[in-house]
């Protein structure tokens, strides 16, 4: 402490003056130590793979299926699951962006950490607290001196200010809440990922469903079509025109179809609590949504967003680039605390033996003081501090960098993936309709008694794993649709306030960050 001195009253107003002339030129003086941070650049890359753009390709000879088409810097809007025009897919995500507690626990995470920045601030400021002190006290008579039986009594009321304040002058508090700031903008961005994954697990979800339901029917159509050719076979067994060997075969592949069916409906009663659980609502409680896949439309049209930009759409990538600002804003504060610190305190207040005489004159006193603190020797606690600070901003910028390189990933799958996704449809279709062909005639033959029953239950095998494959590529190549709009970041309103952007998402508002 190197200055600390105790003044009548008439004396207080220039030691104030003084006081605040002293803090003023701190704060004046004041810098922030450590790296300023700057957003790290765009990726430079032309492209998300080696070769040219090409749309999905189809092969001409083949059967006829919908064609899809990439927009090159196309924006994406906000509710892009309207492309796939099912009205109950539009309502279930409106229901589960509405009830699903993981983006409530988002929202309440924002909240948080707004308030932790708020509260570093204050830190910027006099911290002034106030103290109340009434006493009574008897005075032994050894302290009242020799000769004097009296005890004195009497009664005393303190009232004071306790004033300190702390000038930022290494900006270790700047950095301080430079970081709480970025790890706002980061619970931000997490909410922004939360959105994302919630509606891209609805839109896969809703496709897995109709994926099953597909695989159902087309298990039961099989099913009766063996039913029909056991009691063709059981007609001719009875007028001595079939061996019993073939009917038992037959009914051994009944057996099979019907085998596969309960884990079908497992999986979709599975599926419909998963969708219920997403809706945020209990699985007793189930949605009355349901998806097929004759209702659900292959969007024609795909933006794909220009590499330049992906970085700025992507949450996660955003949510990592914000993590970087906090790691390199708390450098800064281990920095600092390094450094002197300097200390202004002030206690004014009034002591009178009636509390009506408080703050009358000469009841006044106060205590300015000032000191400067730095530390010595402490171990090499506070360097390793600031190393283990560095050390974490590399791991944020190594994360950071990981985060790009994924996302980049991410976006490659999904076109790569959309580009064979045509072909294997296509493929499906041929192997269905080929197998259905062959399968029709050997029926016709088996009630001429041309065929044997080999070939039958072949034919029947044939056709229920190329039904039940076309299924699976259809709901493939939607599924790999909503792969790429989440690859791509969805669809984030940026031009409304965060508390009211439910229904910014729903007036289908163009996402556009820049």
Not at 57 to 85: C, E, K, L, M, Y
Request: net charge neutral.
């Amino acid at each position: 402490m190197d200055d600390f001195s105790t003044r009548t009253p008439r004396h207080a107003a220039p030691a104030m003056r003084g006081l605040a002339a002293a803090a003023g030129a701190l704060m004046l003086a004041s810098c922030a130590v450590g790296p300023n941070f700057s957003s790290p650049p765009a990726p430079t890359v032309a492209g998300y793979t080696p070769e040219k753009l090409q749309s999905p390709p189809s092969d001409p000879a083949g059967p006829r299926v919908a064609g899809q088409h990439f927009v090159n810097g196309a924006d994406i809007t906000t509710r892009w699951w309207a492309a796939f025009r099912s009205a109950p897919l539009n309502q279930l995500i409106r229901l589960s962006v509405e009830r699903n507690p993981s983006l409530q626990a988002a929202e309440a995470a924002i909240r948080m950490a707004n308030f932790n920045a708020l509260a570093q601030r204050g830190l910027y400021f006099p911290q002034v607290g106030a103290n109340f002190t009434p006493s009574d006290q008897l005075v032994s008579n050894a302290v009242s001196g020799p000769g004097n039986t009296a005890q004195a009594r009497y009664t005393l009321y303190t009232a004071q200010l306790n004033i300190s304040f702390v000038p930022d002058v290494w900006g270790e508090n700047m950095r301080n809440v430079e970081s709480l700031d970025a790890l706002t903008e980061q619970a931000q961005f997490q909410l922004e990922a939360a959105y994302l994954t919630l509606t891209s697990n609805v839109v896969t979800a809703a496709i897995q469903e109709a994926s099953l339901r597909g695989q159902i029917a087309a298990t039961e159509h099989i099913i009766k079509v063996e039913r029909d050719i056991l009691g063709i076979l059981q007609n001719q067994f009875n007028a001595g025109q079939a061996a019993q060997v073939d009917v038992l075969a037959q009914q051994a592949a009944l057996a099979q179809s019907e085998e596969t069916l309960p884990p079908l409906q497992k999986q979709l009663a599975i599926q419909r609590d998963l969708l219920t659980a997403l809706a945020g609502q209990f699985s007793a409680d189930e949605i009355l949504q349901k998806f097929d896949l004759q209702r659900l439309a292959l969007p024609a049209n795909l933006p794909v967003s220009l590499p330049s930009t992906l970085v700025a759409q992507r949450p996660d990538v955003r949510a990592a680039e914000a993590n970087l600002h906090s790691a390199s804003a708390l450098v800064g504060a281990a920095i600092a605390a390094r450094l002197p610190s300097f200390t202004i305190s002030a206690n004014p207040g009034s002591t009178a033996f009636n509390a009506a005489q408080l703050f009358t004159p000469g009841t006044l006193f106060y205590t300015v003081a000032g000191s400067a603190t730095q530390t010595v020797f402490d171990g090499l606690t506070l360097y390793h501090k600031q190393k283990a600070a560095e050390a974490a901003l590399e791991q944020a910028n190594a994360q950071y960098r990981q985060a790009v390189i994924t996302a980049f990933q991410n976006v490659a799958d999904a076109l790569r993936s959309l580009q064979a996704d045509a072909r294997a449809v296509q493929a499906a279709i041929k192997a269905e309709d080929a197998a259905k062909a062959s399968l029709d005639i050997v029926q016709k033959q088996l009630g001429l008694g041309q065929v044997n029953q080999v070939n039958v239950l072949n034919a029947q095998q044939v056709y229920l794993n190329a039904a039940i494959t076309r299924v699976q590529a259809v709901a493939t190549r939607l599924s790999d649709t909503a792969a790429l709009f989440m690859a791509l970041g969805g669809g984030w309103p940026t031009d409304c306030a965060t508390s009211d952007w439910r229904s910014c998402v729903f007036e289908g508002r163009v996402a556009s960050r820049n």
